[in-house]
């Protein structure tokens, strides 16, 4: 998927820390998405999987939305389901 027209290339995504707690495996990931003036979005999510015989039954992920208004924080949003 291309990127919008408020970014210029895809987003660069690591992975800050694996948690595992039986079938349930949370993932914390940092991005950078860049921007045509130079500067970059860092947006932070957060992926948990529910697994079952090793498996990914269910997929849940906590990301800030990329369409932000100019100006503003994405580090002060709420997150969605």
């Known amino acids: 998927m291309p990127p919008g027209p408020e970014y210029v290339g895809p987003p660069e995504l690591d992975v800050v820390r694996v948690v595992e707690d039986g079938d349930t495996v949370m993932a914390e990931l940092v991005g950078r998405v860049p921007r045509p003036d130079g500067s ?3 947006p932070s999510m957060a992926e948990l999987f529910l697994m079952r015989v090793g498996l990914i039954r269910e997929r849940r992920a906590r990301v ?4 932000l208004p100019p100006g503003a924080n994405p580090d002060e949003l709420p997150y969605y389901d």
């Not at 800030?64 to 369409?67: K, S």
């Open 40 to 42: 970059t979005l860092e």
């Open 64 to 67: 800030p939305p990329l369409n």
